[in-house]
Nanobody, 123 residues
Protein backbone atom coordinates (compact mmCIF):
# COMPACT_ATOMS: atom_id res chain seq x y z
CA UNK A 1 0.00 0.00 0.00
CA UNK A 2 1.48 3.31 -1.09
CA UNK A 3 1.47 5.95 1.62
CA UNK A 4 2.75 9.47 2.01
CA UNK A 5 2.65 10.77 5.57
CA UNK A 6 3.30 14.41 6.39
CA UNK A 7 4.45 15.69 9.77
CA UNK A 8 5.85 18.86 11.29
CA UNK A 9 2.92 21.22 10.94
CA UNK A 10 1.75 23.45 13.76
CA UNK A 11 1.17 26.98 14.99
CA UNK A 12 3.94 29.53 14.60
CA UNK A 13 4.22 33.29 14.83
CA UNK A 14 4.87 35.40 11.76
CA UNK A 15 8.58 35.44 10.99
CA UNK A 16 9.08 31.99 12.46
CA UNK A 17 10.12 28.70 10.89
CA UNK A 18 8.83 25.17 10.51
CA UNK A 19 10.14 22.07 8.81
CA UNK A 20 7.69 19.68 7.23
CA UNK A 21 8.57 16.07 6.52
CA UNK A 22 6.94 13.57 4.21
CA UNK A 23 7.73 9.89 4.68
CA UNK A 24 6.89 7.66 1.75
CA UNK A 25 6.27 3.94 1.89
CA UNK A 26 4.90 1.16 -0.25
CA UNK A 27 7.14 1.81 -3.23
CA UNK A 28 10.44 3.46 -4.09
CA UNK A 29 10.05 7.15 -4.83
CA UNK A 30 13.68 7.89 -5.62
CA UNK A 31 12.92 8.28 -9.34
CA UNK A 32 9.80 10.40 -8.79
CA UNK A 33 9.24 14.11 -8.66
CA UNK A 34 8.20 14.97 -5.09
CA UNK A 35 6.13 18.06 -4.47
CA UNK A 36 4.51 20.16 -1.79
CA UNK A 37 1.14 21.82 -2.29
CA UNK A 38 -1.08 23.81 0.03
CA UNK A 39 -4.74 24.62 0.33
CA UNK A 40 -6.20 27.45 2.36
CA UNK A 41 -9.90 27.53 3.32
CA UNK A 42 -12.05 28.49 0.36
CA UNK A 43 -9.14 28.36 -2.07
CA UNK A 44 -7.88 25.88 -4.61
CA UNK A 45 -4.90 23.66 -3.94
CA UNK A 46 -1.77 25.44 -5.10
CA UNK A 47 1.76 24.43 -5.98
CA UNK A 48 4.45 25.33 -3.43
CA UNK A 49 7.63 23.51 -4.41
CA UNK A 50 8.93 20.37 -6.09
CA UNK A 51 12.17 18.46 -6.47
CA UNK A 52 13.24 16.01 -9.15
CA UNK A 53 15.06 12.77 -8.57
CA UNK A 54 18.27 14.55 -9.50
CA UNK A 55 17.70 17.33 -6.98
CA UNK A 56 16.51 20.13 -9.27
CA UNK A 57 14.10 22.37 -7.37
CA UNK A 58 11.19 24.55 -8.45
CA UNK A 59 9.30 27.05 -6.29
CA UNK A 60 6.18 29.14 -6.46
CA UNK A 61 7.02 32.82 -6.63
CA UNK A 62 5.21 33.41 -3.35
CA UNK A 63 7.66 31.22 -1.40
CA UNK A 64 10.88 31.67 -3.37
CA UNK A 65 13.72 32.67 -1.06
CA UNK A 66 11.80 31.64 2.07
CA UNK A 67 11.13 27.93 1.56
CA UNK A 68 13.55 25.14 0.67
CA UNK A 69 12.64 21.65 -0.51
CA UNK A 70 15.03 18.73 -0.14
CA UNK A 71 14.93 14.95 -0.25
CA UNK A 72 16.70 11.98 1.26
CA UNK A 73 16.21 9.07 -1.12
CA UNK A 74 17.79 6.61 1.30
CA UNK A 75 15.02 7.44 3.77
CA UNK A 76 12.30 7.86 1.12
CA UNK A 77 11.61 11.25 2.70
CA UNK A 78 11.13 14.77 1.38
CA UNK A 79 11.35 17.94 3.47
CA UNK A 80 10.07 21.48 3.25
CA UNK A 81 11.99 24.01 5.34
CA UNK A 82 9.83 27.10 5.76
CA UNK A 83 11.29 30.35 7.06
CA UNK A 84 10.09 33.94 7.41
CA UNK A 85 6.56 32.61 7.59
CA UNK A 86 3.66 34.95 6.90
CA UNK A 87 -0.02 34.70 7.89
CA UNK A 88 -0.84 34.11 4.21
CA UNK A 89 1.17 30.88 4.38
CA UNK A 90 -1.55 29.44 6.61
CA UNK A 91 -2.96 26.34 4.92
CA UNK A 92 -3.04 22.57 4.93
CA UNK A 93 0.19 21.40 3.33
CA UNK A 94 0.19 18.25 1.22
CA UNK A 95 3.01 16.07 0.01
CA UNK A 96 2.64 14.52 -3.44
CA UNK A 97 4.57 12.21 -5.75
CA UNK A 98 4.68 12.17 -9.53
CA UNK A 99 6.03 9.14 -11.32
CA UNK A 100 7.85 11.14 -13.97
CA UNK A 101 11.08 13.03 -14.56
CA UNK A 102 9.79 16.57 -14.88
CA UNK A 103 8.12 18.96 -12.45
CA UNK A 104 4.56 20.01 -13.09
CA UNK A 105 2.67 22.61 -11.07
CA UNK A 106 -0.78 21.15 -11.77
CA UNK A 107 -1.96 18.99 -8.84
CA UNK A 108 -3.79 16.74 -11.30
CA UNK A 109 -0.42 15.57 -12.65
CA UNK A 110 0.54 13.94 -9.34
CA UNK A 111 -0.20 10.29 -8.63
CA UNK A 112 0.06 9.94 -4.86
CA UNK A 113 -0.97 12.25 -2.04
CA UNK A 114 -0.63 12.45 1.71
CA UNK A 115 -3.42 13.43 4.09
CA UNK A 116 -1.98 16.86 4.79
CA UNK A 117 -0.65 18.74 7.81
CA UNK A 118 -1.98 22.04 9.10
CA UNK A 119 0.30 25.07 9.22
CA UNK A 120 -1.05 28.14 10.97
CA UNK A 121 0.90 31.40 11.07
CA UNK A 122 -0.33 34.00 13.55
CA UNK A 123 0.25 37.72 13.06
Amino acid sequence: QVQLEESGGGLVQAGGSLRLSCAASGRTFSNDVMGWFRQAPGKEREFVAAITSGGTTTYADSVKGRFAISRDNAKNTVYLQMSSLKPEDTAVYYCAARGALFVRRDPARYDYWGQGTQVTVSS
